[in-house]
């Protein structure tokens, strides 16, 4: 074996030791992600809300492209773009914070998301996690409209190595902070899948959102 492969190798291993146990995610979201904390909820009309016939279903499958593509080797997420709702913006990486709640972008910037470091990176064999805000003190913020998807769209991922992973969107649910399936939502089905997620649900002032708006996407295409 190389030496750059050595090198690589132990890269790999690395992250795997700073990547969090699934269990460890289901309880951070559980009682809710940095990002809840933020929203405010005030505006005339709230964000939308995932429709039931909307709901995940058990199979894992493969979208319209037919066979799934080959797992991606690691890379920090870049961009996400979803054209059914016109987001497109920028990254930034998100771990835990002191407090042990997963890291949320700045609330001031509208217009950004977070790719959690404690899981793979977009397009890894595994279940890779985006989150954003739902809104901030002016509006709408990045994930505003994310409960407002359909089954068959697609979530763009541009990644730092050049490669977009492209994702389908199999399932759009809201599920109580209290009562949040962090092992369905979170847990590896042996391919590259991905989770959007966002707060949602009920709002009051003293709580602030009681829920989170969770996409479920796998993998159909790289370019």
Not at 72 to 86: E, F, G, K, N
Not at 91 to 113: C, Q, S
Request: charged content about 25%.
């Amino acid at each position: 074996m190389s030496a750059s492969e050595l090198s690589e190798l132990a890269e790999e291993e690395e992250r795997q030791k700073k990547r969090a146990p699934w269990g460890v995610i289901a309880l951070v979201l559980l009682t809710g992600l940095a990002l809840i904390r933020n929203g405010s909820g005030e505006f005339d009309v709230g964000p939308p809300q995932p429709a039931s016939a909307a709901a995940a279903d058990s199979r894992t499958g493969v979208g319209t492209f037919g066979k799934a593509p080959a797992p991606l080797p690691y890379s920090v997420a870049d961009r996400v773009r979803i054209p059914a709702i016109r987001v497109d913006a920028p990254v930034m990486p998100v771990g835990l914070d002191a407090d042990g709640w997963v890291g949320a972008p700045p609330p001031e910037d509208p217009n950004l998301a977070g790719w959690f470091t404690g899981a793979v990176s977009p397009g890894e064999k595994g279940t890779a996690v985006v989150v954003g805000h739902v809104d901030n003190k002016m509006g709408p913020a990045v994930f505003y409209g994310l409960g407002a998807l359909k089954k068959g769209n697609r979530v763009e991922v541009e990644r730092k190595d050049g490669k977009t992973a492209v994702f389908e969107i199999y399932g759009i649910e809201v599920f109580e902070k209290s009562n949040f399936p962090g092992d369905r939502v979170y847990a590896s089905k042996g391919t590259p899948e991905l989770r959007v997620i966002t707060c949602g649900g009920g709002f009051s002032k003293q709580n602030g959102y009681d829920g989170n708006v969770v996409v479920f996407a796998r993998l159909v295409e790289v370019r």
